[in-house]
């Protein structure tokens, strides 16, 4: 099992950034990827962005290319999300989570990024 805990989060106004970090503890989880979540009052969980915790292949949702970086320092054993030109509609408690064969789990309990207009 892994454990993750979110942080970074707070509120922000348009244009700004922020970095979050996911720090992860428990079993070793170096052949994982590792994913960052986002949702927003009232709707769905969304993909954000991944990355391959061996060799650091990214992927990222449409909505954030460009603005959101994902990169991990293996030796924290920690994944971090920049994000840059915050918009409002960025707003969402933000998790991050381990793909495995059984798909996404070990969600962390989340931190709120609030974008002001």
């Known amino acids: 099992q892994v454990q993750l805990v979110e942080s970074g989060g707070g509120l922000v106004q348009a244009g700004g950034s922020l970095r979050l970090s996911c720090a992860a503890s428990?079993?070793?989880?170096?052949?994982?990827?590792i994913g960052w979540f986002r949702q927003a009052p009232g709707k769905e969980r969304l993909f954000v962005a991944s990355?391959?915790?061996?060799?650091?292949?990214?992927l990222y949702g449409d909505s954030v290319k460009g603005r959101f970086t994902i990169s991990r320092d293996n030796a924290k054993n920690t994944v971090y999300l920049q994000m840059n030109s915050l918009k409002p509609e960025d707003t969402a408690v933000y998790y991050c989570?381990?793909?495995?064969?059984?798909?996404?789990?070990?969600w962390g309990q989340g931190t709120q990024v609030t974008v002001s207009s």
């Open positions: 428990g079993r070793t989880f170096s052949s994982y990827r």
């Open positions: 989570a381990t793909y495995g064969p059984s798909g996404w789990s070990d």
């Open positions: 990355i391959r915790w061996s060799g650091g292949t990214t």
